[in-house]
Structures are given as structure tokens and as C-alpha cells.
């Protein structure tokens, strides 16, 4: 019954080095648009990195030229590489899918879904 699941989530010093992987039901995956959110502590939830079916990505600003977004289509999962990692950083990770996504609309997806989440502990 699991849509979505994370995994590869941890604890690591600055500047270290996570790669989180998400594994989606095939029928989500191929029809809906995929992406990463993180919740800090104190904080709202925010997207971070969105690709749709065709590899097209979206970062935010703050960890723009760190972390990495691709999929395995063949496997249908989802990573997200995350380098040079920063105490702000630290923060549960959650995959999505979604009917909008990266300023697309994918109309053949179902509804809107969300894994349960992967913590990043990064320390100094």
C-alpha cells in the first residue's frame, strides 16, 4: 500500500556527502510530476527540487549547485544527491508526487502524494 517510500537519509559533518532515494508505485511515477521537500525544525515545509518525466529540473536557491535531482525510469525511482552539505541543511526530506509540478500540469496523475519522510542530520 506504500506509494512512496525514502530512504538513504542520516547523519553527516558539514561538507559531507547523502543520497536520498525514493521508490514510487509505477503508475504514480509515469504520470505524475516528482520532487523533494524538506521540513526544518521551526520552519515550513518548503520544496527544494522538482524534475518532470522528461528530466527537466528545479532547485531552490539554497542549494542550488549542491544537490542533484534525477530518476531511473526503468526502476522507477527518484535521488536526490546532496553535496557539500550545511548545518542548514538538517531537516526531514520528503519526496512528492503531484498533478503540478515544476510549473507543469500532468493531468493524467491521480492525486497528490507524499512519502513519509527521511531525516538529514548534518553537524559541525
Known amino acids: 500500500q506504500v506509494q512512496l517510500a525514502e530512504s538513504g537519509g542520516g547523519s553527516v559533518q558539514v561538507g559531507g556527502s547523502l543520497k536520498l532515494s525514493c521508490t514510487v508505485s509505477?503508475?504514480?511515477?509515469?504520470?505524475?510530476?516528482m520532487g523533494w521537500y524538506r521540513q526544518a525544525p521551526g520552519k515550513d515545509r518548503e520544496l527544494v527540487s522538482s524534475i518532470s518525466t522528461d528530466g527537466t529540473a528545479t532547485y531552490t536557491d539554497s542549494i542550488k549547485g549542491r544537490f542533484t535531482i534525477s530518476r531511473d525510469n526503468a526502476k522507477n525511482t527518484l535521488y536526490l544527491q546532496m553535496n557539500s552539505l550545511k548545518t542548514e541543511d538538517t531537516a526531514v526530506y520528503s519526496c512528492?508526487?503531484?498533478?503540478?509540478?515544476?510549473?507543469?500540469?500532468?493531468?493524467?496523475?491521480?492525486?497528490?502524494?507524499w512519502g513519509q519522510g527521511t531525516q538529514v542530520t548534518v553537524s559541525s
Open positions: 512528492a508526487a503531484s498533478r503540478h509540478s515544476g510549473g507543469d500540469f500532468y493531468s493524467l496523475c491521480p492525486d497528490n502524494y
Open positions: 509505477p503508475n504514480i511515477f509515469s504520470l505524475c510530476g
